[in-house]
């Protein structure tokens, strides 16, 4: 049930169909709530432990509670201009409440290992089917609506293309992990899903896409170096990169990204390198230098638009730290850095079926991390922490069971007054 709806809300999303039922409400919502309500019945009926990723849950509860105080302080107490407060509330909803809800009806909707695989194959099969749409769609095959930005590059199913990238560089290396532990033609399904993907990537011509996606390898190929055959994967490397290599000198999106990524990035002017971000950068830390508090508080949720800004923050970390201060700085920062350190530990002991799939995931999320210092994602928040929860289950059943010791008994156990013979019947005291 779960595989299933996370592949039918990313085909919502690829197929452009509009489900909103009101604000801040849609049939996809309201699907993930019906979802919550069935486990939340089961977990209560079967007496299930609400003390799975703790650390995890206690830090999305303190950043939405904090949240929740600074939009009533910033709404009602010091109403800033132009701050809207049902908006930023129902913003606070759709950005942290329900990735929030997603993450727990995947981390207790799923039970075992095998089940968790079962949905992570669904997710990944969602994200070919957005990659191989998106492709379809710019080769005149399909007609979904996908536009090209201005200056030429691919908008796919997450839309903005900075945006895609990152979601694309998520589930690459699940692919990888998949081809790697199938045979025969599932191999080559997973293989050509992964070089796809590739190619949507290359697309995007998004430098945050892969300077994330070259920091993870980097960061990836360190911490398991111990468990990678260098010699096993250089042939596949080397495959991947020559079809890579034919396809961007077939395309249009070639040239493109060999111009973003040589050309502009080479630029000796900082805010041309960056496409203007170290200015936006200067000026939201200027904005906090006027009130140095907030460096500590933070203006409030939602409160950067209300000031005269023309671009978004274009950095997740920043937009944290402008709006909610020190405390969303760390609890958001700690969601996804905690879950990838949790999922590194477990691969250590797991399962060979199980290990591949947290290495896929931790290298995955890594690129992400690496991606949002660039982009500010939105759409692709809501499979992540699908893909979380689902890992976060894997992890928790990846862990080895601790011994426990035996309980003390302090009483000497009571005898019954009337014991029973082999038969039964009471037994009668002798005179």
Known sequence: MLGITSFFLLATEVLRWDLSLTAGLSAKNLVIYLLAVFIGLRMVVQRTPLVAAGGLQSAWLIL????????????????????????????????????????????????????????????????LFANLATIADHAGIVNLGFQERIDGRTQGAMGESNQYAAFIILFVPGMIAAAIGARGFWRMFWLGGALLSCAALSMTASRGGLVGAALALVIGAYMFRHLVSYSRSAGWVIGSIIVLVLFMSLSQYG???????????????????????????????????????????????????????????????????FNLGLCGLFCGSYLLFSSINRARRASLTAEPYVRRYLIAFVIGAIAVCGAVFFVELHKPWMFYWMYAGTVMRLVLCAEPVAHTRPVLQWRRPRVASNPRDVYGWNGRRSA
Request: a negative charge; charged letters at 10%.
């Open 64 to 127: 939405i509670a904090y949240a929740a105080f600074t939009w009533l302080i910033a709404g009602i107490v010091i109403n800033y201009q132009g701050y809207n407060l049902i908006e930023s509330g129902i913003k606070l909803k759709t950005g942290l409440f329900d990735p929030f809800i997603f993450f727990l009806v995947f981390l207790f909707g799923v039970r075992s290992s095998d089940d968790a695989l079962v949905v992570i194959k669904w997710l990944l099969f969602g994200a």
């Open 255 to 321: 040239g493109l990204l060999t111009e973003r990524v040589l050309g502009q990035t080479s630029n000796i002017d900082a805010t041309e390198a960056s496409s203007g971000r170290t200015e936006i950068w200067v000026n939201l830390f200027s904005t906090m230098l006027q009130q140095p508090v907030t460096f500590i508080t933070g203006y409030g949720w939602d409160v950067y638009w209300s000031f005269a800004f023309r671009f978004s923050p274009h950095n997740h970390y920043f937009s944290l730290w």
